[in-house]
């Protein structure tokens, strides 16, 4: 492997890793100002347990809906924003070809 085809490698993972970045950081948000959570999971699989009440997966998910609390929602929100935020600030860091960035990342 050319060491041109190393960068465009390096490049290419940078591009996935803001992308990922960006929607870790857009889902935190979306949990800190939504309301119940575990509402919108339950609309969601309303359907699938309609249609199969013994749907293993929609079952689990039902079950552990009724679990969440705010206060694990919130731990998620600020777990999410965190991450999101920190990649973000890593990955132009490694466009901007600092040092500190390399060892961080």
Same mark, same amino acid.
């Given at each position: 492997m050319t060491e041109k085809n190393i960068h465009r490698v390096f490049v290419?993972?940078?591009?996935?890793k803001s992308l990922n970045a960006l929607v870790?950081?857009?889902?935190g948000l979306l949990l800190l100002f939504t309301g119940g959570i575990s509402d919108v999971?339950?609309?969601l699989i309303r359907h699938e347990l309609i249609e199969d009440p013994n749907d293993y997966f929609a079952g689990h998910?039902? $079950? /552990?809906?009724?679990h969440l609390s705010p206060g694990l929602q919130l731990y998620g929100a600020i777990y999410l924003l965190s991450h999101g935020v920190v990649k973000i600030f890593l990955v132009w $860091? /490694?466009?901007k070809d600092r040092l500190w960035a390399y060892p961080a990342s």
């Open positions: 290419i993972s940078l591009i996935l870790e950081t857009l889902l999971i339950l609309d998910l039902s $079950g /552990l809906a009724a $860091g /490694l466009i």
